[in-house]
């Protein structure tokens, strides 16, 4: 059984950076295709950014030049970087690894911006 794990959400002002970290077990993890996905209170959950076994990113338009995906396959790892963070980046952020016809996701991490 696949199993994702995130870490590094937390409280940050408009401006400020922060990493989170999903940490994956159970499986091959460079098999996977990876992404981040992220749910603000009472919306749906919306894809943030991807990374593709061989390391092609692509962001949600919202975040571009703001945000990072990257992998380690080494230490089975997804990072997500994100920087000058605002109020409406506010969100639980999950982490998913997907490999067809297999998708997991991980518990999420909250992320609060304040203004």
């Known amino acids: 059984q696949v199993q994702l794990v995130e870490s590094g959400g937390g409280l940050v002002q408009a401006g400020g950076s922060l990493r989170l970290s999903c940490a994956v077990s159970?499986?091959?993890?460079?098999?996977?295709?990876m992404a981040w996905y992220r749910q603000a209170p009472g919306k749906q959950r919306d894809l943030v950014a991807t990374?593709?076994?061989?390391?092609?990113?692509n962001y949600a338009d919202s975040v571009k030049g703001r945000f990072t995906i990257s992998r380690d396959n080494a230490k089975n790892t997804v990072d997500l970087q994100m920087s000058s963070l605002k109020p409406e980046d506010t969100a639980v952020y999950y982490c998913k690894a997907a490999r067809f016809p297999d998708v997991y996701w991980g518990k999420g991490t909250l992320v609060t911006v304040s203004s």
């Open positions: 990374i593709s076994r061989t390391g092609t990113t």
């Open positions: 159970g499986s091959i993890f460079s098999l996977y295709a």
